[in-house]
């Protein structure tokens, strides 16, 4: 009885978790790696983007002309989410990517996720006049 029981949880297991590789890593479509990573890259963003909307030099402009320099200055308080997007990405992607997918697609990206998490004033986004 116990021994039906352990292989039915084994089977159930095995199929959760899909085929393993021989090296015990687990074979993952780029879909489920996308998914893993989201939550990572969503945690850095948001510290990003709080971070510069608590700078002091973000309230003095009256236009966020200067938004990518407020955005290197919020990198050393949120060094460590960042880094743990990078090295999800070198672990469910490769070694090397998680470097380039910050420094090419995500840097693309920031100023504009950071541009829709400020007020509307600040961002230019405001359509009251």
């Known amino acids: 009885m116990i021994l039906a029981s352990l292989a039915a949880a084994t089977l159930v297991a095995a199929v959760a978790i899909g085929p ?5 890593s687990v074979i993952m479509s780029a879909q489920q790696k996308n998914a893993a990573v989201q939550p990572l890259v969503r945690s850095a963003t948001e510290c990003i983007a709080r ?3 608590v700078d002091p030099h ?10 990518g ?3 290197v200055a919020s990198m050393p308080s949120c060094v460590t989410p960042v880094r743990a997007m ?4 070198d672990r469910y992607f490769g070694d090397g990517t998680g470097e380039s997918f910050f420094l090419g697609p995500y840097l ?6 950071v541009n829709k998490w400020l007020p509307p004033k600040a961002s230019g986004n405001s359509t009251a006049e």
């Open 20 to 24: 393993i590789e021989p090296d015990g």
């Open 51 to 53: 971070t510069v909307l």
């Open 58 to 67: 973000f309230h003095r402009q009256e236009s966020i002309e200067n938004l």
């Open 69 to 71: 320099d407020l955005i």
């Open 86 to 89: 990078i090295e999800a990405y």
């Open 108 to 113: 693309d990206a920031l100023p504009t996720v």
